[in-house]
């Protein structure tokens, strides 16, 4: 019984998640207009774009099969990896870039270490609830 409210949790953390961060994007966005970084708007974007794909593959999650928790958590460990990227990026334009509104990108850092924080969480739980089910 509590494995199974442990992926519940797992996937409602990940679908929540998911979903907030689709729709307040607009935060990197205003960060990321004030940056200099080449690469910014595409780490960003495919920051978004693994959450998404966590998002759909919570849904392909089913009742016995380990299989799909451990490549959910996967998922979630990669869109954690590119927001770290993202957080890393944010943090050396405050440290480099002379005229940045600093706290528009804080801002930005905070809801990314935000969002990845609910992924490393939501793939650890999927993988205690594998280890238990095994």
């Known amino acids: 019984m509590m494995s199974k409210q442990l992926t519940s949790v797992a996937k409602a953390i990940i679908i929540i998640s998911s979903l907030v961060?689709?729709?307040?994007?607009?935060?990197?966005?205003?960060?990321?207009?004030?940056?200099?970084?080449?690469?910014c708007g595409f780490v960003m974007f495919l920051f978004v774009l693994m959450g998404l794909v966590a998002l759909f593959e919570t849904t392909r999650i089913k009742k016995k099969e380990i299989a799909e928790r451990i490549f959910t958590a996967l998922i979630c460990f990669v869109t954690a990896g590119l927001g770290l990227y993202l957080v890393v990026i944010y943090r050396n334009a405050i440290s480099v870039q002379r005229s940045?509104?600093?706290?528009?990108?804080?801002?930005?850092?905070?809801?990314?270490?935000?969002?990845?924080?609910?992924?490393?969480?939501?793939?650890?739980?999927?993988?205690?609830?594998?280890i238990k089910n095994r």
Do not use: C, P, Q
């Open 21 to 39: 961060h689709l729709i307040f994007t607009n935060i990197h966005v205003k960060a990321l207009l004030l940056l200099e970084h080449e690469m």
């Open 100 to 130: 940045l509104d600093v706290g528009v990108v804080n801002r930005a850092v905070v809801f990314s270490m935000a969002i990845i924080l609910a992924y490393v969480i939501s793939g650890l739980m999927l993988i205690a609830d594998s």
